[in-house]
Structures are given as C-alpha cells and as structure tokens.
C-alpha cells in the first residue's frame, strides 16, 4: 500500500520547484504528477494555439498550459490548457501562483496512467469551483468528452468541437489527434 502524504496549503506553497514534475494538492493530499509523454505534450500544444488564437482575436481573455489553481483551501489542479475569461483576469495577479478561483474552461488530456475515478473526482472539483466547462481528451478513442454544469457530451472524430463558451470557436479532433502521425 502507498504512502499518503497530507499537507496543507501553506507547505504545498513552500514544495521546492523540480523540473518536469507537476504537484497537486487533493483536499490535502500531495498528487505527483508524472512526466507528459511527447503526444500528450503534442495534443496539449494544439489545443492551446487554436484556443489562444481564438481567444486573443475575440479579446476574450487568455489561455494557459499547466497552471495552479487554487480551487478550494486545501485543492490545488494543474490543467493542462486553461481558459481565463477577461472579467476573470481582472482579479489575477500574473506574478502569482496559484490563481485563486477556476479557470472558465479547464483541458486535460488522458495520459495511460491515467485513473478514471481520479479523472472525474478532478472534473467534478473544476465544475464545484465554477469551472464553466472541462473538456476531457482522449488520444486513444480520438474523442472529447464535454462535460458542464448542464450534463455531458461526447464529441468524436472526424466531429469537431464546438462549445457554448466559446462562441464560433470550432476544433477539429482529426488536428489535434494527428499532431503526429509516424510514416
């Protein structure tokens, strides 16, 4: 059985800074996070440059890959690509991490090692933190799973992705599932 370590805000605040690693805090237990694989690393990319292309041509706001947010006193998520609405970023200090609140639209993608109760313990604490969308990527089935306040929905390729955050804003899964193909 493994060990658990508990921590409060505070001291996951003072975790030294190791590169490649990724710390979470789960309602006080310290989540390390592995290493990305190169297609993980490859879909994530994609998914930020459509979404930031969009959302600095619409002034919406910005979009972030892998950063902290403060979604209660003792849970800390890292999405992998995040979407900060403008109103929102009024209150964001950009020195300062972690950002206090959930972001609008929080992306993670499946990872193999990925658990799927971990998985929805996590959606379902964006959504409880104001989270008004988290899209959930899966490289392996080549499909999105859409999931908000209002229920969830599934987007499969060759569908592209649509979402009612982001008004016009489409994304093709065949671009960010081939972001690699090898010959």
């Given at each position: 059985?493994?060990?658990?370590?508990?921590?409060?805000?505070?001291?996951?605040?003072?975790?030294?800074e190791?590169?490649?690693?990724?710390?979470?805090?789960?309602?006080?237990?310290?989540?390390?996070?592995?290493?990305?694989?190169?297609?993980?690393?490859?879909?994530?990319?994609?998914?930020t440059m459509?979404?930031?292309?969009f959302?600095?041509?619409?002034?919406?706001?910005i979009?972030?890959?892998?950063?902290?947010?403060?979604?209660?006193?003792?849970?800390?998520?890292?999405?992998?690509?995040?979407?900060?609405?403008?109103?929102?970023?009024?209150?964001?200090?950009?020195?300062?991490?972690?950002?206090?609140?959930?972001?609008?639209l929080?992306?993670?993608?499946?990872?193999?090692?990925?658990?799927?109760?971990?998985?929805?313990?996590?959606?379902?604490?964006?959504?409880?933190?104001?989270?008004?969308?988290?899209?959930?990527?899966?490289?392996?089935?080549?499909?999105?799973?859409?999931?908000?306040?209002?229920?969830?929905?599934?987007?499969?390729?060759?569908?592209?992705?649509?979402?009612?955050?982001?008004?016009?804003?489409?994304?093709?899964?065949?671009?960010?599932?081939d972001?690699?193909?090898?010959?």
């Amino acid at each position: 059985m493994g060990t658990t370590t508990r921590l409060t805000f505070e001291e996951f605040q003072r975790l030294p800074e190791r590169e490649g690693v990724i710390y979470e805090l789960d309602e006080g237990i310290l989540l390390i996070e592995p290493s990305r694989t190169p297609r993980h690393n490859l879909i994530r990319q994609r998914i930020t440059m459509q979404l930031m292309q969009f959302v600095e041509s619409k002034q919406l706001g910005i979009v972030l890959e892998e950063m902290d947010f403060r979604l209660s006193p003792d849970t800390v998520r890292n999405p992998d690509v995040a979407f900060i609405t403008a109103e929102h970023l009024k209150t964001v200090d950009l020195d300062l991490s972690p950002i206090d609140g959930a972001p609008a639209l929080a992306v993670e993608v499946i990872s193999p090692g990925n658990r799927t109760e971990d998985i929805a313990k996590k959606t379902q604490q964006y959504l409880e933190a104001g989270c008004k969308t988290v899209w959930i990527v899966y490289p392996g089935l080549r499909l999105v799973e859409v999931h908000s306040t209002t229920g969830v929905r599934t987007v499969r390729e060759p569908e592209s992705l649509q979402d009612e955050l982001l008004p016009d804003f489409s994304l093709s899964l065949s671009y960010i599932f081939d972001a690699y193909q090898q010959q």
